[in-house]
Nanobody
Framework: QVQLVESGGGLVQAGGSLRLSCVAS????????MGWYRQAPGKQRELVAT???????DYADSVKGRFTISRDNTKNTVYLQMNSLKPEDTAVYYC?????????????????WGQGTLVTVSS
């Protein structure tokens, strides 16, 4: 069994910063793409940022220049540094990853979602 566990959400004033972390755990062989998505009340889930295993990064236009995604492959962890937060950044933030799990001599890749962490930005 493999899973992703997020941490770091909370309440912050506009203009402030938060850092989210997401750790992959379980019977993991390796981790491919990882990313952060968010879902605001009444809206669909949207991509925030993604990072491939070899470090290629993509951001949503709405967060470019304010958010930074990074990963530590030795710790199977992805981070999201969020600066200059705005009230419209308020959402539940979800970690997503493609996790490779070895069972005997069979390697399977699973798309896994974390449980989500709430970020609230007050004006």
């Amino acid at each position: 069994q493999v899973q992703l566990v997020e941490s770091g959400g909370g309440l912050v004033q506009a203009g402030g910063s938060l850092r989210l972390s997401c750790v992959a755990s379980g019977n993991i062989f390796n981790v491919n793409d990882m990313g952060w998505y968010r879902q605001a009340p009444g809206k669909q889930r949207e991509l925030v940022a993604t990072v491939t295993r070899d470090g290629r990064i993509d951001y949503a236009d709405s967060v470019k220049g304010r958010f930074t995604i990074s990963r530590d492959n030795t710790k199977n962890t992805v981070y999201l540094q969020m600066n200059s937060l705005k009230p419209e950044d308020t959402a539940v933030y979800y970690c997503n990853g493609e996790l490779g799990s070895l069972s005997g001599d069979i390697l399977r890749y699973l798309e896994v979602w974390g449980q989500g962490t709430l970020v609230t930005v007050s004006s």
